[in-house]
């Protein structure tokens, strides 16, 4: 196998370099047997996380490392194994199939050239379980993702939702759920067509997504709702969250995603009801009460939060 590798030195620095590694590549002194060891032990698992993490104890045995970092902007993966370190050396995995991302080890000492060699040399074991890991998680997120608007399944709401409400009872956190829908989007139909609302919903999810935190969970909710399970969030902090979306809606429009007729992004306003859990609540009570709220939110003339 051929991996072309673009690297970009340390400390973030980018150098005008292009390596090729092969599998027969090796450095004065150095142990043949790890690359072998890699090649077999990273065909242990297809869970992103768990492969980086045995791919880091590996490396780790011939160059010390605090961490490493992976990203694929294609696939929207981004997976960290480190902590804040001085020094950074970076590689874009390219081959003559595919793109595979970028991957960053990252220590507080500087890497000399040899460790730099040894490093670049052990690439070439990670591409095959690392291309196997990708299409593992692509498979993965169609199973549970909803495909138009990149949000959870509603079917994957019960086990989600009981899962959050176990855990909050058993550690006495707090646990909040927002029940989010447009306005009048069969006015949008109206005004601007069929072809443009349908780009509204994804434009929405991908906005509640970036407002919320990394362990909160976003559901489409029904055809034109979306549900956000907001962990260890009390009243003011859902209060805080549904400001937010809402100011952000109102203030910014939803993206160009939207724009097919129009040069500005649409204009669109939002009504949200939202419950916070109770000792007493199941998951069809909580959503009831949050059900409810919107409810009430949409009979207020919308442009509402209620709980």
Request: with cysteine; proline share 3%; aromatic share 6%.
């Amino acid at each position: 196998m051929v991996v072309s590798v673009q690297a970009k030195t340390q400390s973030e620095a980018v150098a005008d370099k292009v390596k090729t590694i092969t599998q027969t590549w090796l450095l004065p002194g150095e142990n043949p047997d790890l690359r072998m060891h890699l090649s077999e032990v990273l065909q242990s698992s297809l869970e992103l996380s768990t492969l980086l993490s045995v791919y880091l104890d590996n490396v780790n045995t011939a160059v010390k490392l605090d961490g490493i970092y992976y990203s694929n902007e294609e696939q929207g993966v981004d997976a960290r194994i480190a902590k804040q370190s001085t020094h950074s050396c970076g590689y874009r995995l390219i081959t003559s199939e595919d793109r595979l991302g970028e991957i960053v080890f990252k220590r507080s000492k500087k890497f000399t050239e040899r460790e730099l060699g040894i490093l670049e040399s052990l690439l070439s074991p990670l591409i095959c379980p690392l291309r196997n890991s990708l299409k593992y998680t692509t498979a993965v997120k169609a199973v549970y993702t909803d495909p138009l608007t990149g949000a959870g399944k509603i079917s994957t709401v019960p086990t989600t939702l009981q899962r959050e409400i176990d855990l909050s009872k058993r550690h006495n956190q707090a646990l909040s759920i927002l029940l989010i829908e447009i306005d009048h989007l069969g006015d949008v139909n109206e005004h601007h067509g069929h072809l443009r609302s349908e780009k509204i919903l994804p434009a929405l999810a991908q906005r509640i997504m970036q407002l919320c935190r990394n362990t909160d969970a976003v559901f489409r909710y029904e055809d034109d709702q979306f549900l956000a399970i907001l962990h260890s969030t009390d009243k003011s902090g859902a209060q805080t969250i549904s400001r937010r979306i809402m100011k952000s809606v109102q203030k910014e429009g939803l993206e160009s995603a939207v724009q097919y007729v129009q040069k500005e992004p649409l204009q669109v306003a939002l009504s949200i009801g939202f419950a916070v859990l109770t000792g007493t609540d199941s998951s069809a009570s909580f959503l009831e009460r949050a059900s409810k709220d919107l409810g009430n939110a949409k009979a207020s003339g919308g442009n509402a939060i209620r709980f």
